[in-house]
């Protein structure tokens, strides 16, 4: 089956494709008109529902085209810091554009507790029934910048039971295997794979 991801991430498509890949599933970015869609994310405290937006705005613009029976992807996700009471959470990618990684690090900088959770929601609409999974992944903000590889937080997250290094010293396949989105991306191909799918 060929998944439709609606992001303008392309690091997302190809952690998505890898995961698919390994139930015989095709990722590619969704573009309707070649381009990309900008969809308009709700202000709200919770990733599931700007998940669950981005979808029905989705369904929306591709109803009555031939898209409409793709099955398509979207999944948002984010940071959420213990001593800054959860945040930026559902605000992350807006804080890493506005303040960037050296902006949460001084934030926290006389934190004690540097605790950290990234959680992320896939959400799978496939003829018109709709498919939710989520995963997180426990760990807590490094003192500094490390890293290349990865995006977001990447360079600043150390995930709890590794060897220390950060989502951004890690390889894809590394990353997959622990990360927030590689665990609701493998939930959700799991369910889309049962008996019944």
Excluded: W
């Excluded at 439709?4 to 890949?21: C, G, M, R, Y």
Aim: glycine share 10%; hydrophobic share 35%; proline share 4%.
């Amino acid at each position: 089956m060929e998944i439709l991801f609606a992001t303008s991430n392309l690091d997302k498509v190809s952690e998505a494709s890898e995961i698919f890949s390994q139930s015989g599933h095709v990722v590619s970015q969704l573009r309707i008109n070649g381009k990309v869609p900008e969809l308009t994310e709700p202000q709200s405290d919770g990733i599931e529902e700007v998940a669950l937006s981005k979808i029905r705005q989705i369904g929306a613009l591709v109803s009555g085209t031939p898209m409409e029976k793709s099955a398509i992807l979207v999944e948002d996700s984010g940071i959420f810091i213990s001593s800054l009471h959860g945040f930026p959470g559902p605000y992350s990618s807006y804080v890493e554009r506005t303040i960037g990684l050296q902006g949460i690090l001084d934030l926290i900088q006389k934190e004690r507790d540097r605790r950290a959770e990234y959680r992320a929601v896939a959400v799978i609409s496939i003829e018109g029934e709709i498919l939710s999974s989520s995963g997180i992944c426990y760990g807590k903000i490094s003192e500094v910048i490390s890293g290349d590889l990865g995006f977001g937080f990447d360079p600043i997250f150390i995930p709890d039971d590794t060897d220390g290094r950060t989502c951004g010293e890690m390889t894809r396949s590394e990353k997959n295997a622990i990360s927030h989105r590689g665990r609701a991306l493998k939930a959700l191909s799991e369910l889309i794979n049962l008996p019944s799918k």
